[in-house]
């Protein structure tokens, strides 16, 4: 690891002041994702601005309106296990409660989270090439690569899969991202947020130089929601999920009205699936119609030979998100 | 003169699983040499051996202060570290270190520039540094320019016609077959003639050794000349080679090698490496200590890994369940060694009439193999414990019942019957597999294991002593070079010597992994434990029988006439002292006594028995497996702490789960490199993945040496892969041939199924 400074802002607003006036540096929460790049070397930032000593960003708050704030430096542990969390946003919860390990739980942010890198291993060590490191092209896709990880979607360049199982739930609950620089603070909607991979281009977030999160807001809702979450994982703990799923939606006492449908771990990016959403509304949700928005979704997958498996399984949890949806109800 | 001694050994207590099997219990005549103890039998009444003992450094592991090599840190410390070859085969073009060496706080750089590197690992450069971070940026500014060439780096690729050779020397990379000792009777004839017959192909993965504490070591050298290493190894003994003592330019009587803790090393930590005689390099050239431990991603690519296999595996016998042949060709990878290491031990335990096993090594490019935890076994066990399930399923026998036909060790036998209890093998196993209802299917599955290993009484050439020290106040420590790599030596001895000597093992001060004592064995091939145990007695021995020399004079009887019983000594007639009253005879120096291993008996046990079972729930909508219960039997002749001992079966199942379910080595087949080189992306089990273990121990009085002890470590884990994928086969109806046994194997074995 290169040796580095860390500065340690009192507030979100120092934070961005920070990063506007110093070069090469980067936010630092938990730093569970990012020291391990930091020692690889794939990153070599001359400054840490540490979110650590941030007021007000460790907290979760109803807000007046009924929407729910999420600072950025949550961690994964106070969404598990927070009263507020688990009841207003209870997949939210369960996901968080399910990801990693314990200890890692109560390092991990949510800000982190959202804004950590992939872990395909090929970008995570700089002797292998890599499209997003710069290189010309991903040698997961190449002959001979290790595919088991891939994504199956949005894989044409990068075949890398989005590693956080709370994106997919944040997504299902149209939830805006809470972004401040210089300047001052902009609310971003969840879909907007995300970039997809490009030569050079080691983030998956849109978030340009200087920006920080300072939260996560869920918008209020005054209709009943059904909201599910279902992640498969090969270990229970100190892993990843192999796929997440999260969904919500909308009734009129019988069929689904409206729905939202977000997949982790399948593309390079949280994924959304209209294809799930338009085959779910009309139809009163049940196994059956989880199985049609399934097979709709996967109808556009491009698995790779390693990662087809995914298939199966993507199918699979959003027939027990959606299951659990109407268990809850 | 030697005596000669009648005993009883075999299995103690189990009684009921004893009923009517023969053989578990016999008459054994041995003779015993001047100076070895009576052995032990099986009626013996033990106050420690065979209990559960607490570690004697529990309670310092516990709270972080007991010192690894990492911990020892000595003013001045300076830090060795390494650049290495990315790919799987290159010409190293050129190593620049300019940029390296001018960095202020680096203090001795070195590159190889003329080699060509054959593996990801190789080391091409080393940098020593007065910090960590100067370190870091050393190795980071050394540019090396590689000529990339084709190199297969997995056996499949490196067995194809045409392929790159690994050893220029050679036309193939394949090596074998080695057929000698596994071949009898008439396989083909037996194979085309026989009632019943499987055959199916199995593969099994490469898996690193991972272990916690990195390989490597501390220097030091002294102003006086002398100098003192703290290593990670399993062998203090034979740590100090010619090689490294020549690096570090002091004699090897100089040199004091310690190992106190020890974080794992399974097999990978015999000798100095590489690695090492450069950190000895570095400190001779400084004059400063130096330490040098493996990154972990070195630690995945050359600390060691156990071959992976390619099993082609047939089995016949009659319908009513008894083998008549088993047919294989097994092909591994040891890496870029000629193939040493890479067979299978697939065609032990049971009676095989006819058999042809012919094994073929594969060199790849990519780091060698090292001795892994029971070499050999659990891939050959997964091959053979799985093919017996395909066979007893074709010909609609019990898949137990036909291994107690075949298998002819009667101390399994009666285990088979403890564990099929256990698990409740009747009740839970189906005899038509897959025919559990529902999403979940479980199934219960069962394999056997074995062992045989008695220890020895020699270390390399020199003979194997422990020497006991016992001051005047009763104190009494106990001293050899040999190191506690967590298996629980330390107590070990500590309970052996206090049964001698009628002491508590608390109160013995053990003092190990250090070669100012004696030297000790390498702990390797579960054979210290039944090494050391033999010689801690006779030691004790000694104690005994200089203080009765010093009670027979104060006491004026003759020493012939004295008997221990406890730690109480009596004469012939009411005298009487306790242990501690005879050692306030001892003057101020106290007493120093060595007491030796004696040669092996002819034992009555050769082997050590042990059969695991297990059941599983698999998710078949996902191919999620989990383990829900095991139950490990496993004899290791006599017990000595039952707590440690069943502590090794625990680490032994949880490590065959992980290898059943969890533990690969990727490699990319163009560029040669491991992918998975972290703990985060190379998947061992971890504690919430831990099912249920039900241990059961056997002790066994084996015959072998005084203690009748034998070895642990390594049969612990034979057994349980081939467990695990039998349950598998058993919920969901399809064998899933390939380990790691991932979702996406177990969807396309229930796919194959289908179909
Ligand atoms: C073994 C293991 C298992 C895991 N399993 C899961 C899992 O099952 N599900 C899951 O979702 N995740 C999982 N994770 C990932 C983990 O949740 C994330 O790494 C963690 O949340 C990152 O948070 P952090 O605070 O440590 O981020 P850091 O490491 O501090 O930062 C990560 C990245 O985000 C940036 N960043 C951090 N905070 C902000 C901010 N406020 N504004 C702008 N940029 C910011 C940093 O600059 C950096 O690039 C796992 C991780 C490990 C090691
Ligand atoms: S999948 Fe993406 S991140 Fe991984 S090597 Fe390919 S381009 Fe790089």
């Known amino acids: 690891m290169k040796a580095f400074r860390f500065v340690r802002p009192s507030n979100g607003r120092e934070a961005a002041d920070l990063l506007a006036s110093t070069k090469n540096a980067l936010v630092h929460a938990g730093g569970v994702d990012l020291l391990d790049r930091m020692k690889e070397r794939v990153d070599e930032p001359d400054v840490l601005v540490s979110l650590c000593d941030a007021k007000g960003l460790d907290q979760i708050r109803v807000e007046e309106d009924g929407g729910i704030w999420i600072g950025a430096r949550v961690t994964l542990a106070q969404l598990a296990d927070e009263a507020t969390c688990r009841r207003f946003l209870p997949t939210l919860s369960e996901a968080a409660g399910l990801a990693a390990s314990p200890q890692l739980r109560h390092r991990a942010t949510v800000g982190g989270n959202l804004a950590q890198h992939t872990r395909c291993g090929y970008y995570r060590h700089a002797s292998f090439p890599c499209l997003k490191r710069g290189g010309d092209s991903c040698p997961v896709r190449a002959e001979g690569g290790v595919q088991d990880t891939a994504g199956i979607f949005g894989n044409r360049d990068c075949a890398s899969a989005h590693p956080s199982s709370l994106a997919p739930v944040f997504g299902s609950l149209d939830a805006e991202i809470v972004v401040r620089d210089a300047k001052g603070e902009r609310l971003v909607p969840f879909a907007g947020f995300w970039a997809n991979p490009a030569k050079g281009r080691a983030s998956d977030t849109r978030l340009r130089p200087g920006e920080v999160i300072e939260g996560v807001r869920i918008p209020p809702r005054d209709t009943k929601q059904f909201v599910g979450y279902a992640e498969i994982r090969q270990k229970k703990a100190f892993d990843w999920a192999l796929v997440s799923c999260a969904v919500r939606y909308e009734t009129d006492g019988e ?18 699936s209209v294809a799930a959403e338009e085959a779910l509304v009309g139809t009163v949700c049940s196994d059956k119609s989880a199985a049609e928005a399934g097979a709709r979704t996967m109808a556009s997958a491009t698995p790779l030979a390693g990662s087809k498996y995914k298939v199966a399984l993507g199918k699979v949890a959003l027939k027990r998100a959606l299951a659990a949806a109407r268990e809850r109800a | 003169m030697p005596r000669r001694v009648t005993y009883e050994v075999g299995l103690i207590g189990h009684e009921e699983a004893k009923q009517g099997v023969e053989g578990t219990e016999q008459s054994l005549t041995v003779e015993v040499e001047d100076g070895d103890a009576t052995p032990w039998a099986r009626d013996t009444k033990f106050a420690y051996v065979g209990t559960d003992v607490t570690r004697l450094d529990g309670a310092v592991k516990a709270t972080g202060a007991a010192k690894y090599t990492y911990d020892i840190q000595p003013q001045g410390l300076c830090f060795a570290g390494l650049v290495y070859a990315p790919h799987a085969h290159a010409d190293v073009v050129s190593v620049d270190v300019a ?48 000529a990339v060439k084709p190199g297969p780096a997995v ?48 593969r099994t993965p490469v898996q690193t050794h991972s272990c916690l504490e990195p390989h490597g070591c501390m220097c030091h050298v002294h102003e006086d000349g002398t100098a003192t290493v703290w290593a990670s190894t399993q062998a203090t003994a034979f740590f100090a080679n010619g090689r490294f003592t020549r690096a570090l330019g002091v004699p090897r009587n100089k040199v004091r090698v310690i190992t106190h803790h020890m974080g794992g090393g399974f097999g990978s930590k015999f000798s100095a490496d590489e690695w090492d005689v450069l950190c000895a390099e570095f400190a001779q050239e400084t004059k400063r200590p130096v330490r040098m431990l493996l990154d972990r991603r070195m630690e995945h690519l050359v600390g060691g890994n156990r071959p992976d296999s390619i099993q082609e595996m047939a089995l016949a016998g009659t319908k009513d369940g008894i083998f008549q042949v088993l047919k294989g060709q097994t092909w591994g990878t040891s890496g870029n060694s000629s193939g040493g290491g890479a067979g299978a031990a697939n065609f032990m335990v049971y009676d095989l009439p006819n058999l042809s096993m012919t094994q073929h090594g594969v060199a790849t490019f990519s780091a060698k193999g090292r001795a892994f935890r029971a070499p050999r076994h659990p891939q050959g066990f997964f091959a053979l414990e799985s093919i017996i399930d395909a066979y007893a399923y074709k010909a609609g026998i019990d898949a137990l019942a036909v291994r107690m036909k075949n298998d002819k060790h009667p101390i399994r036998q009666a285990q088979w019957r403890i564990g099929a209890e256990r698990i409740g093998w009747t009740k839970h196993r189906h005899a038509v597999p897959g025919s559990d209802k529902g999403t979940i299917k479980r199934g219960t599955g069962c394999a056997a294991g074995r062992w045989a290993q008695a220890g020895r009484h020699m270390v390399g050439r020199s003979p194997l002593v422990f020497e006991f020290v016992v001051d005047k106040d009763g104190g009494v420590a106990v001293q050899n070079a040999v190191q506690d790599i967590g298996t629980g030596t330390r107590t070990l001895i500590a309970v052996l010597a206090a049964e001698e000597l009628g002491l508590k093992p608390h109160d013995i001060d053990v003092r190990i992994g250090d070669t100012r004592y004696p030297p000790g064995p390498g702990s390797g091939g579960s054979t210290t434990a039944p090494s050391i145990g033999a010689a801690v007695r006779n030691g004790a021995l000694r104690v005994k029988e200089s203080l009765g020399g010093l009670l027979a004079l104060q006491w004026g009887v003759d020493e012939a006439q004295l008997t221990w019983k406890g730690a109480v000594c009596h004469g012939p007639g009411d005298e009487k002292a306790t242990f501690a009253k005879a050692c306030a005879l001892l003057g101020e120096d106290g007493l120093r006594v060595r007491g030796s291993r004696r040669r092996n008996f002819d034992a009555a046990y050769r082997e050590t028995a042990g059969c695991q079972f297990a059941r599983v729930a698999v998710d078949t909508e996902t191919g999620v497996i989990e383990v829900e219960k095991v139950v490990a039997v496993h004899d290791c002749g006599v017990i000595v702490d039952s707590l440690t001992a069943r502590s090794q079966v625990n680490g032994g199942v949880i490590q065959g789960i992980s290898y059943a379910l969890f533990e690969e080595k990727r490699t990319d087949r163009s560029l040669g490199d491991m992918v998975n080189p972290t703990f985060d992306t190379y998947r061992i089990m971890g504690i919430e993945d831990c099912p249920e273990i039900d241990v059961v121990l056997t002790s066994v009085v084996s015959g072998y040496s005084n203690t009748g002890m034998m070895g642990l470590g390594e049969p612990a884990t034979v057994p349980t892969a081939g467990a695990v994928a039998n349950a598998v086969y058993n919920a969901i109806g399809v064998q899933v041939t390939e380990l790691p046994m991932t979702p996406a194997r177990v969807l396309e074995a229930l796919e194959r199924r289908q179909k």
């Open chain 1, 255 to 272: 069929k689904v009205t409206s729905a939202s449908v977000w997949f982790g771990s399948l593309a390079p990016v949280p994924m959304r």
């Open chain 2, 99 to 146: 940029a390296a060496k001018a960095l202020p706080g680096v203090l001795a750089v070195r590159s190889f520039a003329a080699a060509t590197a054959t593996y990801p690992g190789k080391i091409v450069a080393a940098v020593c540094a007065e910090s960590e971070t100067v370190l870091s940026d050393a190795l980071a500014a050394v540019r090396v320019v590689y």
């Open chain 2, 155 to 202: 056996t499949e690729d490196a067995m194809r016609a045409g392929a790159p050779v690994v050893d220029p020397r050679r036309q193939t990379n394949v090596s074998g077959p080695r057929r000698g000792p596994t071949m009898r009777g008439k396989p083909d004839d037996a194979l085309a003639a026989a009632d019943v017959a499987v055959s199916a192909t199995y």
